[in-house]
Every structure is written in structure tokens, then in C-alpha cells.
């Protein structure tokens, strides 16, 4: 205890005020700062704690699925905000949709109902890496301020923070032009599941020339790049750059990279084309399919016409256009510990939407971890990360080793679990039963964590 350190979070929102009341129970003296109301973000309405910004829903309960099983954990720990959800819960069919206004009052009652929590109605615009007294918890979201997410880039290197999320069109499978467009594999080597609209030259030239002068949506304000204010900057990370701009480093750009026809044999012709784009499936209906690496920030009735320039898509329903929105993360791969440290600067760690983790639910956990393992370091102890097998572990795991280009911000899904041993996988072909199998072996790995942890 005579190691005790001091833990400043920063931001108000779900991560930051779990972080502080989980650090706060287990003994530690907590300065929370939120910067609302003296400057506000785009998203958030009120001066509250715990603003849900848009839905009131914390996702399923349905039994043995993947955001069931995050709040199971949750709940087994004492998730301070998840028991306020628990308690203003609304009726929403298999989720748990919340009442945000008494949501937010509980969260406040039980943060001025903690003694060892000071609240600090500031914007923080500078982070202490080698101040040796104080642990700081990073939890101010996808709308940092300018100023902090300036000073966040400074601590991780231009190139380690992310400013903008993008999304890829989706296409109604019903209108795409069946007898232009063929299914192959590169090589063909696995499976032909994609679907591929083949370019010959003038195509590709035609496509290329609207494509660069195609008119982009403005930047609001608020998305512009922080340290700058200028949109000309947007900071995106090269694994999804936005398709137009890929296109304008060089007429040949689209044809060596998401555009590449190498492998891809026409049946019509018997050779590739000059280039491609590709389909992929969106849903187990197959009636849906997203334009591979064709996130873009052109306005929509643009998109609309210039995607249509796509041999097989000139009659095609777009389902979703391409977006590019604000959402401040970390490029956390390369730069955060299990624990949430900064690899560079232990003394740092983040939490929430800002660390990769993408929901609601999922922040409130990730500021959970961050209060258990800050408590832990606080009071001189090695942080024990959460098991690989739990939902919290998994999540943590994705986040700390997702392949590094395109790492982007990720809900909580079976697919980050590790699959079952293969000898279950081959006895047991139904899912519900296998994910089943999954939650009971995850909860059996957290509560050993849970009983060596807390
Ligand atoms: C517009 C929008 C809509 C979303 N809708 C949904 C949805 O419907 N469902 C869902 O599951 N997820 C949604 N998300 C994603 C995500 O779940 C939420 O953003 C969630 O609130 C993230 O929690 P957080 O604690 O990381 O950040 P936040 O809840 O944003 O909290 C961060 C806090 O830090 C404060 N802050 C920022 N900078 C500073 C500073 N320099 N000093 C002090 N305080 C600061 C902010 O004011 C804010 O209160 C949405 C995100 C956005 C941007």
C-alpha cells in the first residue's frame, strides 16, 4: 500500500466513469475529469456521465450469445455501469435497451457517492508520460478534443492514431448484371466466393477519370483534422484509405492494389482482365454483397454514379453507400499491452472506443479492465491480464494482435473466441450448441481469473 499511486481518468462518458468506480472500490484515490460542460463534442447532448449518444440499447441478452456473454462477465465482476443498465432497463425484446436519462442519473449518484473519486470539470489537453505519481486511464472516446487527441499523437507517432472509420458500399445482389460479372479465386486456390466485375482498358480510364473528380463530401467542423482544422490532412490508416484517394497517387494505383486482377481468370476470355473490382458476400442470405476496399468519402449521389461505371453494377441497387466518419482510435496492435498500457509509456493506458473496442458495451468492459489493472499497478502489483478464453479477454485480444493494416474498431463476436478443440468442432455441427460450449468454457476461465484477481 505505501506504493499507492494516484489515477487521473480522463473522459466522462462509459469507459472512463466504470474505470474510476471499479479503481475507486479497490481502494484507490481517483481524480475523473470530464471536459462537458465548458466545451462539448458533436455526438453528446448533455452535461451528463454515461451519455448513450445515440440507441439506448447495451445490445442482446439472449443466452449464450456473444454480447450476452461480455455482460455475464461484466456482471460477475460488479460493473458499476452495468448494473445501472441492469436497473433502468426498458422493454426491448432479447436486449437491453435503457431508460439513458435515469441511466446517466445512477451513474453521477454512485460517482459523488464515492469518496475517494474528485471530479474535474476541465478539458485536458496534455498528458504527463513520465510523471512517476500518477496513473493515467485515457477514456475520452471516438470525439476526443483537438487538443487531447494532438497531444495523443505526439505520445503514439503520426501514424498510430486514426481520425475516421470507413465503410465499404454494399450492393443488392438481385440487381447486380449476372452475365458480366464471374465468381473466381485468385489462382484458383480455395473457394470461388467472390464475385468479380471485370474492367477492360477504356473501362478502367473512363472509371478512373470519375472517379478522381467525383465530389467528395465536406469535412464538418467537427471531423476535420484536429491538430490542424484543415480536412486537407485527414489522417487515415493506409490499410483503409479512402478508394478515391488511393486512385489519385497514380493512374495504375487501383490496378496493383484493391482493383488487382492477377489470378483472376475471365471464363469469358480465358485471361484476366486489366482490373477488377471485387464482390464479397455481406450476409449468410447471399443477398448482399460489399464493394471490396471501396470505403470512400464521396457524397452519395455521386457514388451512386460513378460505382455504376462498374461492368455489372450500371442497373445496381446500392443497400449502403461508403462513409468515412469521425472516430478518434488508436492504432492499438502496435501500441498497447493486454493490460491497456502504452507499450512506450506503461503510466498510460487507454480505455474505451478510443483503445479499438467499437459499442457501448464494450467500452463500459474495456473501462473495467482498465480500473482492475490500474488498481492493480496502483497499489504495486503486476497487472493479471484477462484470459484469452473470456469475451473481455478475446476483445482485448483482437484489439492488442488484429493484423496491423487494417485494424479497425470491433464489437464483441464469436469470431474473436478462440473456436473450440477440433475434435468438438467435428462432433458437434450445431452452432447454438458449440457457442453454448463456448460461453460455459469462457466463464469457467473468468471466474478462475476473477478468484485470483479481485
Ligand atoms: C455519433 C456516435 C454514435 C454512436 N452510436 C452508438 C450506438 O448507437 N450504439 C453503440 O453501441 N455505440 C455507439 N457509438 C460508439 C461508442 O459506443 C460510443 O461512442 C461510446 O460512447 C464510447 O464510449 P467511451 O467512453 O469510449 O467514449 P464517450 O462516451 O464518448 O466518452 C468520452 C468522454 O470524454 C470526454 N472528453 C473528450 N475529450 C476530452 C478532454 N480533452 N478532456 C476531458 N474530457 C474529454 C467527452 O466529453 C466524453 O464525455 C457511437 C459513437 C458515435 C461517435
Known amino acids: 500500500m505505501s506504493q499507492m499511486r494516484k489515477i487521473k481518468v480522463i473522459g466522462g ?25 465548458t466545451r462539448s463534442t458533436e455526438a453528446h447532448q448533455t452535461d451528463d456521465f454515461g451519455e448513450l449518444v445515440c440507441s439506448n440499447s447495451l445490445k442482446s441478452e439472449s443466452e449464450n450469445s456473444a454480447p450476452w456473454l461480455l455482460k455475464q462477465e461484466m456482471r460477475r465482476v460488479g460493473s458499476v455501469l452495468l448494473a445501472a443498465a441492469d436497473a433502468t432497463a426498458v422493454p426491448a425484446g432479447h436486449a437491453l435497451a435503457v431508460d439513458r436519462v435515469e441511466f446517466s442519473r445512477r451513474v453521477a449518484e454512485r460517482i459523488s457517492a464515492e469518496p475517494r473519486i474528485t471530479v474535474h470539470r476541465e478539458e485536458v489537453t496534455s498528458l504527463d508520460e513520465n510523471d512517476p505519481t500518477t496513473l493515467t486511464v485515457l477514456a475520452s472516446g471516438p470525439l476526443t478534443s483537438p487538443a487531447l487527441a494532438a497531444e495523443l499523437q505526439r ?39 467472390y464475385i468479380n466485375c471485370p474492367f477492360t482498358k477504356e473501362e478502367y ?7 478522381t473528380t467525383a465530389e467528395a463530401v465536406e469535412a464538418k467542423d467537427w471531423e476535420k483534422f484536429p491538430a490542424t482544422g484543415t480536412a486537407e490532412k485527414l489522417q487515415y490508416f493506409e490499410g483503409c484509405l479512402p478508394i478515391e484517394e488511393t486512385a489519385r497517387r497514380g493512374r495504375d494505383t487501383l490496378r496493383f492494389g484493391p ?17 477488377v473490382v471485387q464482390l464479397r458476400q455481406e450476409n449468410l442470405r447471399a443477398d ?12 452519395y449521389g455521386e457514388q451512386n ?6 461492368p455489372g453494377l450500371e442497373n445496381a441497387t446500392f443497400l449502403r453507400y461508403g462513409q468515412i466518419h469521425r472516430n478518434t482510435y488508436i492504432h492499438a496492435p502496435s501500441l498497447l499491452t493486454e493490460t491497456l498500457q502504452l507499450k512506450a509509456h506503461p503510466n498510460i493506458m487507454i480505455a474505451g472506443q478510443l483503445s479499438g473496442v467499437e459499442g457501448y458495451t464494450e467500452s463500459i468492459a474495456s473501462g473495467m ?16 491480464p484477462a484470459p484469452r478464453l473470456s469475451a473481455n479477454g ?24 478462440p473456436p473450440l478443440e477440433e475434435d468438438l468442432r467435428k462432433k458437434i455441427r450445431d452452432k447454438k450448441e458449440r457457442h453454448k460450449l463456448q460461453c460455459d468454457r469462457a466463464l469457467n476461465a473468468w471466474e478462475t481469473w476473477l478468484a485470483q484477481t479481485s
Open 155 to 193: 505520445l503514439t507517432g503520426s501514424d498510430h492514431l486514426a481520425f475516421y472509420d470507413s465503410i465499404s458500399p454494399i450492393v443488392d445482389a438481385t440487381t447486380i448484371d449476372m452475365d458480366k460479372v464471374y465468381f473466381a479465386a485468385r489462382y484458383d486456390k480455395g473457394t470461388a466466393d
Open 288 to 299: 448482399s454483397y460489399n464493394l471490396v476496399g471501396f470505403q470512400n468519402h464521396l457524397k
Open 259 to 275: 482493383m488487382k486482377p492477377v489470378g483472376l481468370t475471365d471464363p469469358k476470355t480465358g485471361r484476366w482482365p486489366y482490373a
Open 369 to 384: 479492465l482498465a480500473g482492475i489493472y490500474s488498481a492493480a499497478i496502483a497499489n504495486g502489483e503486476a497487472p493479471a
Open 205 to 211: 480510364d473512363r472509371f478512373m477519370e470519375a472517379l
Open 13 to 37: 462518458g462509459l469507459a472512463g466513469p466504470e474505470a474510476a468506480l471499479q479503481a475507486a472500490k479497490r481502494g484507490c484515490t481517483v481524480d475523473l475529469y470530464e471536459m462537458r460542460p
Open 394 to 417: 478475446s476483445l482485448t485480444h483482437y484489439i492488442t494482435h488484429a493484423e496491423t493494416k487494417k485494424f479497425q474498431p470491433a464489437n464483441i463476436t464469436f469470431d474473436l473466441l
Open 305 to 310: 454514379r460513378v460505382l455504376k461505371l462498374i
